[in-house]
């Protein structure tokens, strides 16, 4: 059974960092194209929207709104991929989830990401 953990998330002020980390188990990720996203505040239902994408060639895009401040990652021999963030907005406030890219149907729990004052 694959299970997705997501970490890495937290309280920081406007123009900060993070790093989240997503460790994947019950599948390799070596062969699947591995991405992120997120799920902002108030948003109904399982709306989540795309942030970062990471082929199996180690090739990234990006959303508009996060390109020139977020990368991307991946470490196939640990089967976790990474999504560094920075210059951290307001508007990056979400729970943060990994999943391939197409999704698998399941999700995990995500990280929350709180960009505040």
């Known amino acids: 059974q694959v299970q997705l953990v997501e970490s890495g998330g937290g309280l920081v002020q406007p123009g900060g960092s993070l790093t989240l980390s997503c460790v994947v188990s019950?599948?390799?990720?070596?062969?699947?194209?591995m991405a992120w996203y997120r799920q902002a505040p108030g948003t109904p239902g399982d709306q989540r929207e795309f942030?970062?994408?990471?082929?199996?060639?180690?090739?990234?895009t990006y959303r508009d709104s996060v390109t020139g401040r977020f990368a991307a990652s991946r470490f196939n021999a640990k089967n976790t991929i990474y999504l560094q963030m920075n210059n951290l907005k307001p508007e990056d406030t979400a729970i943060y989830y990994c999943n391939k890219m197409p999704s698998w149907t399941f999700w995990g729990q995500g990280t929350q990401v709180t960009v505040s004052s």
């Open positions: 942030v970062a994408l990471v082929t199996t060639a180690g090739t990234t």
């Open positions: 019950g599948s390799s990720i070596n062969i699947e194209h």
